[in-house]
């Protein structure tokens, strides 16, 4: 009853004051943001190509249509949800072992809880140069640590494979911090009690584990995934410093992509094109993380 | 196996457990950021040494002082600083006063222009380099710091939004209204009373936009030529240029990038924790 009539009392005192706090927000948003976006829908209907400034004209779908044809960029579409899910799996299984870890009462887990944190305060660009520097195929410590298990010498950046597995082994390095922080955000709506005994107890426990407290933690998991996947999805300054996409286009992902289809083959019309298709894919993934927010707010209702 | 132990010294085994597998994560964690630091510290010669030395056998500050020396370090630091408070002034504040209007008022659409801000969060910006590089330049602000922070602050408000929008919507609503029938403005209302209630969330906002502005790179790339206008990420970009395989510079640049947003997050941790959950968490 009474929440009712103080919404009122709100709308009918201040309805103009929202608008004026709102309108800084929207002003840059609509600026910075949203100009710019109906700017790259209009762009990805025109055929543009900064070197050929005399073919510039109105080309319908081409753009996409060229989109889904060319192989290349297939590739990079595969290769980005390969490095993705490879990526966002890894995240959440290690994250989900990191808060369990970090939620017991433990003397000195403080430090470590400081410390788990360490990757995400490193700013994305040092963290590829250096893992850049750790996987330099002559003088990097990743090849001595093989070395000394007896294993080969690796030319982590120079091939495909190991190309691939080095920029989501990164990824997953960096994103794990924020990845376990969500989780324990989760974790710690359980009773710790519940979840210790679990641990301490064995066998038994452990069914209860995965009775009792994985179901309790399935929206959070898929929540947090969710969120993982979008930002993975977008890891440019990663792969771009780490290999530019290569060798030979082996790490190429969509983000990646797009960047070089403007900037080196500066075809402004096909890189709108993608750009626009790739947001449509983040507004969907959006749409589904919304509904999940929007459930789990239901279920614990303040 | 287990079964014949006493409560408590199963407890002793848990608390091993646990620090074998706690050590293990932090091994992963910590040991990029341990070996940035040991080959900063290293002379040119020992960089190329085999097998390479965990800790550096002739210890020396020589990759510092000519990063001092010929980088124009302090520049580009002052430049980072100087772009990510800014940034973190003007979104702080943007997006306390959005993120209460969408707590407390109802309006036409209101849903639907949330989800858009949530949807330009999730949306990388490299996206929109070009576009934005056109808008820069039609306002007349490429290379310059404030179309820098226009950027910044684009990028850093709608997180900021959603943030601040979840801390004031768990804020009661009888202190505010106590306020108006006092005869205090709504306005004043808001800046006097409700912002220093919301104080957690304003210091985790702060954080996520400094380390936002510090961690951006494309655009500081694109939008600034002039050396004197660099951020200490491209800087640090430039060096590989500059110094090319000489690992040791490069990593006290690394070092030196890292410093500031480490000093920021251990300042306000408590915050940044709780602040993160909630604001990912409760929406």
Known sequence: MRPRRSTRFWRKRSSPVAYLLLSPALVILGVVILYPLLNTLWLSFQHKVLTRPALDAFSGFDNYLKAFAEPEIRTAALQTLLFTLSSVGAKVVLGMLGALLLNVKMRGAAWVRSFYMLPWLVPSVVAALVWRWIFNDQFGIANEMLRRIGGPAVNWLGEAGSAMFAVILVDVWRGLPLMTLLLLAGLQTIPRDTIEAAMIDGAGARHRFLRVVLPQMRTMLVMAGTLSLIGTFNSFNIIWVMTGGGPAHATDILVTHVFRTAFQGFDFGLAAALSVLIILCITLLTAVYRRLLERREGAHVD | ?283
């Open chain 2, 1 to 283: 196996m287990t079964k014949g132990l006493t409560r408590k010294a199963k407890r002793r085994w848990f608390a091993l457990f646990w620090w074998a597998s706690a050590l293990l994560f932090l091994a992963f964690l910590a040991f990029p950021v341990v070996w940035m630091l040991s080959t900063s510290l290293k002379p040119t010669t020992e960089i190329f040494q085999m097998p390479p030395t965990w800790i550096p056998e002739q210890a020396t500050t020589a990759a510092y002082e000519t990063l001092y020396e010929k980088g124009h370090f302090l520049r580009y630091l002052g430049n980072s600083l100087l772009i990510a408070l800014a940034t973190t002034g003007i979104s702080v504040l943007v997006a306390s006063m959005a993120g209460y209007a969408f707590a407390r008022v109802t309006f036409v659409g209101r849903k639907a222009v949330l989800f858009g801000i949530l949807a330009a969060q999730m949306v990388p910006g490299v996206l929109f380099l070009l576009p934005i590089f056109a808008l820069i330049k039609e306002l007349g602000l490429l290379n310059t710091h404030q179309g820098l922070i226009l950027a910044n602050v684009a990028f850093a408000l709608p997180f900021s939004i959603w943030m601040m929008y979840g801390f004031y919507r768990h804020i009661p609503r009888d202190i505010e209204e106590a306020a108006w029938v006092d005869g205090c403005g709504v306005l004043r209302t808001f800046f006097k009373v409700v912002m220093p209630m919301a104080r957690p969330g304003l210091v985790s906002c702060a954080i996520f936009s400094f380390l936002t502005a510090w961690d951006e790179f494309v655009f500081a790339l694109a939008l600034t030529t002039s050396d004197e206008l660099k951020t200490l990420p491209v800087g640090l970009f430039s060096f590989i240029g500059q110094f090319g395989i000489e690992w040791n510079y490069l990593m006290a640049g690394a070092v030196l990038v890292t410093l500031p947003a480490m000093a920021f997050f251990l300042l306000f941790q408590k915050h940044v924790l709780s602040g993160f959950a909630a604001g990912a968490v409760k929406g």
